[in-house]
């Protein structure tokens, strides 16, 4: 089994497995500590990039997988600096074992891709760069649950506002949920991780003191354990059904009908949520509820 040691963590692999283990050191990321380890089939890796870099920045090397299989590909973190299980950077002076660990890689990537009796389910892959459930995010706000089944947001933080300490808390079934976001914090700017429902078209709010579907980290306080919470949501959500699903042949069983009335109503529930939150107005609350309605 080869096997490479970077600045916060080692990864070995096999002819099949690539298996990513992080230290829990004061430097190492918070989203690297809370992961622990984790592993990636090498039939899931579509690319090996390294780069050699320099005395002072040594080398990085960073897996890029197929479409899906990268929880935090959509959250804003595959530049350079974004922090990822996926990829390892380690000093100058071993960049040689590095790119021989590398090109190792390459081939066996390759060839498991070549040889393998299907393609790995690119959800099944996400959920293991996730965190384990239940998982629980703090910030100076509040916190962040999830539990598999449910997303609790809990506003009892020294930072909270007073909208979000009068609400106290708020559920999302997992079922209610369209995608979970994740903000950096930039600057002077608070970061967030914001819970998308579906079939809600609010606008986003103009005061996230009074968005009852966030929880803002401040500076560096908070805001890898929120990447890391969106990336667990997202990588547990059901897929969004194509249109013409229902119609296609061997297609599995729909939703039924209790199932489809329950999240109309929530939905509508949180409509009116938004409505007196004044996130929407009187004629888009209406309008919604009535779209909404006409489907039972």
Not at 25 to 46: D, F, M, N, Y
Not at 160 to 173: L, T, V
Not at 237 to 245: I, T, V
Request: glycine share 10%; net charge negative.
């Amino acid at each position: 089994m080869e096997e490479l040691r970077g600045h916060y963590g080692t990864w070995r692999f096999d002819g099949e497995t690539v298996r990513l283990r992080f230290d829990s050191g004061r430097r190492v990321p918070t989203l690297l500590k809370h992961l622990g380890e984790c592993a990636v089939p090498l039939a899931a890796v579509r690319e090996v990039e390294f780069d050699r870099g320099d005395r002072r920045r040594g080398w990085r090397l960073r897996l890029w997988l197929v479409d899906g299989a990268d929880p935090y590909a959509n959250l804003g973190v595959s530049g350079r600096d974004g922090t990822t299980p996926l990829l390892l950077t380690g000093p100058h002076d071993k960049e040689l074992v590095a790119e021989y660990v590398a090109d190792q890689i390459t081939s066996a990537a390759g060839l498991a891709r070549g040889t393998a009796d299907g393609s790995p389910d690119p959800r099944e892959v996400a959920r293991g760069l996730v965190a384990r459930l239940p998982f629980q995010a703090r910030t100076a706000e509040g916190t962040a649950t999830f539990d598999g089944a449910r997303v609790r947001l809990q506003w009892d933080g020294l930072m909270a506002g007073s909208a979000k300490e009068k609400e106290k808390a708020r559920e999302f079934r997992l079922t209610e949920i369209a995608e979970a976001r994740w903000l950096p914090p930039v600057d002077l700017t608070e970061g967030l991780l914001r819970i998308d429902l579906r079939g809600a078209t609010a606008p986003e709010a103009t005061d996230i003191e009074h968005d009852l579907c966030t929880l803002v980290s401040h500076g560096t306080k908070g805001s890898d354990e929120t990447l890391l919470m969106a990336a667990t949501i997202n990588a547990h959500l059901a897929p969004s059904p194509a249109p013409e699903a229902a119609a296609l042949p061997g297609a599995g069983p729909a939703p039924s009908a209790e199932q489809d009335v329950e999240t109309i109503l929530a939905t509508i529930r949180e409509l009116g949520r938004l409505h007196a939150e004044g996130l929407l107005t009187d004629e888009e609350f209406s309008a919604k509820k009535a779209e909404l309605l006409g489907r039972l």
